[in-house]
C-alpha cells in the first residue's frame, strides 16, 4: 500500500497503562478499535528513550544503529546522542530519498537534510545540560538543539509565526512540568498547521514527551500520570479533527507508540558509593559502567552484587564499545540514580528514588513492555499480542511504499493490506 503516515511517539506509555486506561484516551482508543492493535510491542536493550527512538527510526537494534544509550561513550565521557551518531539511514532519510515530503515536529534523532520541515525536540538541550559530563556539551551541539530548519517557510505560511518564542520557552524558565505541557502543545500546533496547510508533508514524525515525566515524578499510575497520558489523548484528538476538517482522514495512516514502558520503584542505588572511582553513566534500572583496565568488570560485578544488580551481556552494544562499557540491571523496583546535588549527610548506597517510577529494567520485564496502534484506510482491525521492537519500522515504511529491505524485521501488514 502506498499512504500518507502520520507517526505519533507518546513517551513512557505501558502496555499495560493503555490497558487499564485506554476507555479514558477517546482518541487513541478509536484508532485501536479501527486499525491494527499491538498489546505489547516489546522494547529496545536498554528499554530507555533514545536507544528506543533509534530503533523506531531505523528499524533495526542498538547494535547495529549505534545509539545503545540515552547517553554514550565519546572523547572520555557519556555525551546525549545526536542524528549524526546514527550508523545507518531513518526512515526520514528514506522517505526522503523516494521523493516523500517530510515533516519531522519534535522527533530526535532525524537529521534535518532528510526533512521539508524540521523542528528540533525541545527537551534536547536539557538533556544535553543538565548532568554531570555536560561541560563536554560543544556549542555546535547546543546551537543544534534549537535547530529550525524551515526554508520555505510553511510553518509561517501555515499561520505559525511564534517560532522564537518556542525557543525561548524551550530554555525551562518556568517549571519542568508546566513548560512541557506548553511546549507539547506548541509542537502539536505546529503539525495541525502543517496538515492543515496548502502542502500537507507525505510523513510527519512527531513527539508528545509528557507522559514519561510526569510518571517519572508523580508515580506510575498515580492520577497525574494518567491524566497526562489523558492529555496526549487530547493532542491527538488535535491532528483527527484537522483531517477530518479538511477531508484528509484517509489519505493518512496514524501510528502512535511508545518508546517504552514505565514501572514504580522503590529504592534508587547510588553508583558513586559503590564504585566511586569509576566512570558510568544510569539508564535508568540498568546502568553503564566505563572499563579501563583489567579486572574492571569483575571488580564492578563483585560491588554490585550484594545490592542485587546483575551484569548483562553486551550483544546490544556495537561491536567497537564492546569491552568498553559493561551494563548492569538493577533488581525489581530498583533503579540507579545520581546522588541529589542537595543531599547532605554521609554517602550511602540506597536510598530513596528521586524518580519514583521509570524504565530500563531487566531486558524482557513486562513493566517495559509498550503500547502501538496503526489505524487508517486500507489498515483492517486486528489485534496482535506480542510484536518484537524491529517490526515498528518496516510496519510504517509497508504503509508509504517504501522497500523493506534495509530492516532486520517483517512488517505487521498483512501482505494483502499491501497491494
Same mark, same amino acid.
Given at each position: 500500500m502506498q499512504k500518507k503516515l502520520i507517526s505519533i511517539?507518546?513517551?513512557?506509555?505501558?502496555?499495560?497503562t493503555f490497558e487499564k486506561y485506554a476507555h479514558r484516551l477517546p482518541n487513541m482508543r478509536?484508532?485501536?478499535?479501527?486499525?491494527?492493535?499491538?498489546?505489547?510491542?516489546?522494547?529496545?536493550?536498554? /528499554?530507555?528513550?533514545? *536507544?528506543?527512538?533509534?530503533?523506531?527510526?531505523? %528499524? =533495526?537494534?542498538p547494535s547495529v544503529h549505534g545509539i545503545y544509550g540515552n547517553h554514550i561513550f565519546r572523547d572520555d565521557a557519556f555525551v546525549a546522542p545526536l542524528a549524526e551518531d546514527l550508523l545507518v539511514p531513518t526512515i526520514a532519510s528514506h522517505a526522503r530519498r523516494a521523493g516523500l515530503d517530510v515533516a519531522s515536529i519534535g522527533q530526535a534523532l532525524v537529521d534535518p537534510r532528510d526533512t521539508s520541515v524540521h523542528i528540533s525536540p525541545w527537551w534536547l538541550r536539557g538533556f544535553m545540560?543538565?548532568?554531570?559530563?555536560?561541560?563536554?556539551?560543544?556549542?555546535?551541539?547546543?546551537?543544534?538543539?534549537? /535547530?529550525?530548519?524551515? *526554508?520555505?517557510?510553511?510553518?509561517?505560511?501555515? %499561520? =505559525?509565526?511564534?517560532?522564537?518564542?518556542?525557543?525561548?520557552?524551550?530554555?525551562?524558565v518556568?517549571?519542568?512540568?508546566?513548560?512541557g505541557l506548553a511546549l507539547d502543545q506548541f509542537l502539536n500546533r505546529a503539525v495541525v498547521a502543517l496538515l492543515g496547510s496548502d502542502q500537507p508533508p507525505d510523513l510527519v514524525l512527531t513527539e508528545i514527551?509528557?507522559?514519561?515525566?510526569?510518571?517519572?515524578?508523580?508515580?506510575?499510575h498515580s492520577p497525574a500520570g494518567v491524566w497526562s497520558v489523558e492529555f496526549a489523548d487530547m493532542l491527538i484528538g488535535n491532528l483527527l479533527a484537522v483531517l477530518e476538517r479538511t477531508g484528509c482522514r484517509d489519505d493518512y495512516v496514524i501510528a502512535v507508540a511508545s518508546?517504552?514502558?514505565?514501572?514504580?520503584?522503590?529504592?534508587?542505588?547510588y553508583p558513586e558509593a559503590i564504585i566511586p572511582e569509576m566512570l558510568w553513566m544510569t539508564e535508568g534500572a540498568s546502568l553503564y559502567v566505563l572499563l579501563k583496565s583489567a579486572g574492571d568488570l569483575e571488580r564492578v560485578a563483585e560491588r554490585l552484587l550484594p545490592y542485587g544488580v546483575e551484569l548483562w551481556n553486551n550483544d546490544h552494544v556495537p561491536e567497537n564499545v564492546r569491552g568498553t562499557v559493561a551494563m548492569f540491571v538493577a533488581p525489581p523496583r530498583h533503579s540507579f540514580e545520581e546522588r541529589p546535588g542537595d543531599a547532605s549527610g554521609p554517602l550511602v548506597a540506597t536510598g530513596s528514588p528521586h524518580l519514583i517510577s521509570t524504565h530500563g529494567f531487566r531486558p524482557g520485564s513486562p513493566e517495559d513492555d509498550r503500547m502501538f496502534i496503526l489505524s487508517g484506510d486500507g489498515i483492517a482491525p486486528q489485534v496482535i499480542e506480542v510484536a518484537d521492537a524491529e517490526q515498528f519500522t518496516p510496519t510504517l515504511a509497508s504503509v508509504l511504499g517504501l522497500p523493506l529491505e534495509p530492516y532486520a524485521g517483517r512488517s505487521l501488514i498483512a501482505e494483502e493490506s499491501q497491494l
Open positions: 511517539l507518546v513517551d513512557g506509555v505501558s502496555a499495560d478509536q484508532l485501536a478499535e479501527s486499525g491494527l492493535r499491538v498489546r505489547r510491542l516489546k522494547s529496545t536493550v536498554p /528499554a530507555t528513550s533514545v *536507544p528506543g527512538r533509534a530503533t523506531m527510526l531505523t %528499524g =533495526l537494534g545540560t543538565g548532568y554531570r559530563f555536560s561541560k563536554m556539551v560543544t556549542p555546535e551541539a547546543l546551537a543544534a538543539s534549537r /535547530a529550525i530548519h524551515d *526554508p520555505e517557510d510553511r510553518l509561517a505560511r501555515a %499561520g =505559525l509565526t511564534e517560532m522564537e518564542a518556542f525557543r525561548d520557552a524551550a530554555d525551562g518556568a517549571p519542568h512540568l508546566i513548560s514527551e509528557m507522559p514519561d515525566a510526569f510518571q517519572h515524578y508523580l508515580g506510575y518508546d517504552h514502558g514505565h514501572g514504580p520503584v522503590d529504592t534508587a542505588i
